[in-house]
């Protein structure tokens, strides 16, 4: 990527961000995202503020080159939620991928007048593709999150109920001996 | 070169529905339902149409006459509760209450706006009991009740915790968890109750308890925490069972005994009543605090109700001391005195150790054990040592029930601000009466309905998360059982490195005790400040 053509796109930088948002909102239906969109407190509308706010750190580190360690954590705020939504796998990750699109929205005029390279938009798009793939790692990992508390709560329900019912007798923790020729 | 697609022409890969809410069908999404109720759990109570069903099953085997029965069972609630009435009449669709439900904020799905789910109800309504519906049906806003409409219902009936945030900021008053309260009446008539419901109840009729602990096994597990608080501070509690002629019947929700972190907080009531030398028994058989009765209806909430003053007028007793619970103080606060009073039979509650006399209990002859607790140390009749908790950074979660349901705002507060040095508050939208729920209450609580757990939870835990990045908060209190069997999973999903603890768990870390050997760790075996290389000092070598 040429520094003028980063220099460009981080001068666009509210504009993508506005496009890629409004893309995001368009997954939900329409009542909801005019209130993801207008109401502007942080606790009262906690999804589209958190979205919006992730998406904005996920785009600045993609456009500052900057690595995973710092778009993952933004990532992750986002993709929590849309785990936990109605939403495919797919549908929940998907997003990432649009993004590919609206930059090139943002690039057309220069695309089509030949000052941006096949090789350099391919750059950019790769880019995309990686947070895509850490997008699903962080889905998964959230789903099994939901699993574990699943699995976890069942098990502090029932065992520990049995246990001090005095119903099962967990053998005691013993040290294994090293040197078990000494007794 | 070729042309280009804007990102707008794209195809998206996700649909809304096109249809009118009316008409767009409900779809059983994993996580977000909770299991039929058993047939043996609805025929112990005497429930109608027990079987086994599941509700992603086409057939629901409801009776052939479900629609009847069900048009029945509003007309008669419509004659019966005035409220129910007007609620149906008064909803100007203002949209005010629209954006204050958990699950819709969660979820983003439109019939979780309480507008809309009580439209849900209201259509059906409409179309049979206004003049206009009957004429104009669905101009007018009415709809024929049909079997999609009852699934419908059913599965937004039980995505509401009857929390009540959004009777807050309704113009009208409408309380939205009555109408909740009403549907899920109606969906009874014909068996349809989830079984984490349905369960609890047989359970707490047959047995006194949600588990259905028996009384010889509920004896042995508080007797497990007596030795378990001996081996904390040294000191031995002597909790006496079904002890006729003791001052005070003391009654929790069965969770505290099984379930931690509700355990701990169990340990702090015993630690407590032990300390100040309170005159009180344990009941094997009102075993329970918590009524899910009042998920079910009306009938069954007075029913299970009544075994509370059924065993405190068998034991002789004066009052009652209820213990850290939820929708419990709903029901004594709001029904209790109503339906199972007036308890003439008790005394008007009066702390035997400061004099105070709980006018506010005048009635129900029942005292919330933060209101005991904070008069106590109020008088200074306790010595606590709050730097016992200094490993705890503190916030306080309101509990939908006391906070909305009875007012009980303070109490809570001025405890924990007695016994822990760190306390900060969340956010002032999302405490006290404009609390968030915890995702779990009204018999939602079950794992199988994780996902939409999270999705309700969210709005909390957005506040947890704040205060925790912003003063290092680590420990969640509440002052409900269902929240330490709920939150606990939400901070895992959403804020690691919170955890959760009812208020007298952390008075009993601050509880100086006569007697007691020096404290190094709190009740979880948790190292005390100062403490921290005495546990793996042994180890150092290694």
């Known amino acids: ?183 | 070169m070729a042309k280009i697609p804007k990102a707008s022409e794209l195809p998206l890969g996700h649909s809304i529905p096109q249809t009118p809410w009316m008409e767009t069908p409900v779809e059983f999404r994993p996580g977000t339902w909770c299991y039929g109720g058993k047939p043996k759990n609805l025929e112990v109570v005497g429930l109608p149409n027990p079987r086994e069903w599941s509700p992603t099953d086409e057939d629901w085997k409801l009776p052939d006459n479900w629609k009847e029965i069900v048009m029945d069972g509003l007309r008669e609630r419509l004659e019966r509760f005035r409220t129910l009435k007007v609620f149906m009449d008064i909803c100007v669709r203002c949209g005010a209450c629209a954006d204050k439900c958990h699950f819709y904020i969660g979820s983003g799905d439109p019939k979780n706006m309480p507008v809309l789910r009580a439209e849900l109800l209201r259509s059906v309504y409409r179309k049979d009991f206004t003049t206009a519906g009957r004429i104009f049906g669905k101009i007018a806003g009415g709809r024929e009740m049909t079997l999609q409409v009852l699934k419908e219902w059913w599965y937004y009936f039980f995505q509401c915790t009857e929390c009540r945030r959004c009777s807050v900021f309704c113009p009208y008053g409408i309380d939205t968890a009555e109408i909740t309260i009403i549907g899920r009446e109606l969906l009874n008539l014909l068996g349809l109750n989830i079984d984490w419901i349905a369960g609890p109840v047989a359970n707490c009729y047959q047995t006194g308890n949600h588990l259905g602990i028996q009384p010889h096994a509920y004896k042995d597990m508080i007797e497990f925490f007596v030795d378990e608080i001996e081996a904390v501070n040294g000191v031995r509690v002597e909790p006496t069972f079904n002890r006729k002629g003791a001052e005070v019947l003391f009654i929790t929700p069965s969770g505290d005994v099984f379930a931690d972190p509700g355990t701990y907080t169990l340990m702090g009531y015993l630690m407590l009543f032990h300390e100040i030398g309170l005159d009180y028994t344990w009941s094997t058989y009102a075993s329970e605090g918590g009524n899910f009765g009042f998920f079910t209806s009306h009938e069954m909430m007075k029913r299970l109700n009544a075994k509370m003053y059924a065993e405190a007028k068998r034991l002789g007793v004066k009052w009652i001391l209820g213990g850290e619970c939820g929708h419990m103080w709903r029901v004594i606060n709001q029904y209790m005195d109503t339906m199972n009073g007036p308890a003439d039979f008790l005394e008007v509650p009066k702390s035997p150790f400061t004099g105070t006399v709980f006018e506010n209990a005048r009635s129900t002859k029942m005292v919330h054990i933060t209101e005991f607790t904070a008069d106590l140390i109020r008088n200074g009749k306790l010595k606590l040592d709050p730097s016992r908790n200094d490993h705890h950074r503190v916030t306080f979660h309101d509990s939908c029930n006391p906070a909305r349901g009875m007012g009980l705002l303070e109490e809570p507060r001025y405890i924990i601000k007695n016994v822990c040095n760190n306390f900060f508050e969340m956010p002032p939208n999302t405490i006290r009466e404009q609390t968030f729920c915890c995702g779990g209450g009204a018999g939602l609580n079950t794992d199988e309905y994780m996902e939409m757990r999270m999705r309700g939870g969210l709005p909390r835990a957005n506040a947890v998360k704040y205060v925790h990045e912003k003063h290092g908060v680590n420990m969640l209190a509440c002052i409900c059982a269902i929240d330490r069997a709920v939150l606990p999973p939400l901070m895992n999903y959403w804020v690691p490195g919170v955890n959760v603890t009812g208020v007298h768990e952390l008075v009993a870390n601050a509880l100086i005790m006569e007697g007691e050997t020096e404290r190094t760790t709190d009740l979880r075996g948790e190292p005390l400040l100062g403490f921290e290389e005495t546990e793996d000092g042994d180890d150092e070598d290694i």
């Open chain 1, 1 to 183: 990527m040429t520094m003028d053509l980063k220099e460009r796109m981080l001068k666009s930088k509210g504009v993508i961000l506005r496009s890629w948002y409004e893309h995001l909102l368009s997954t939900y239906p329409p009542e909801t995202a005019r209130f993801m969109k207008r109401e502007p407190n942080q606790f009262a509308n906690p999804v589209g503020h958190t979205i919006r706010r992730g998406m904005e750190a996920v785009l600045e580190g993609f456009l500052q080159g900057s690595g995973e360690d710092s778009i993952s954590a933004p990532l992750d705020s986002i993709i929590r939620i849309r785990a936990v939504q109605s939403f495919t796998p797919s549908q929940a990750i998907a997003f990432v991928l649009h993004l590919k699109w609206i930059l090139r929205d943002s690039l057309r005029e220069d695309i089509m007048e030949n000052r941006v390279s096949t090789a350099e938009l391919e750059t950019w798009d790769s880019r995309v593709d990686r947070i895509a793939l850490l997008a699903f790692d962080i889905y998964m990992k959230c789903r099994e999150t939901i699993y574990e508390n699943r699995v976890n709560e069942v098990k502090n329900q029932s065992f520990r109920l049995l246990k001090r019912a005095n119903l099962v007798v967990e053998l005691p923790d013993t040290k294994i001996d090293p040197d078990p020729g000494n007794t």
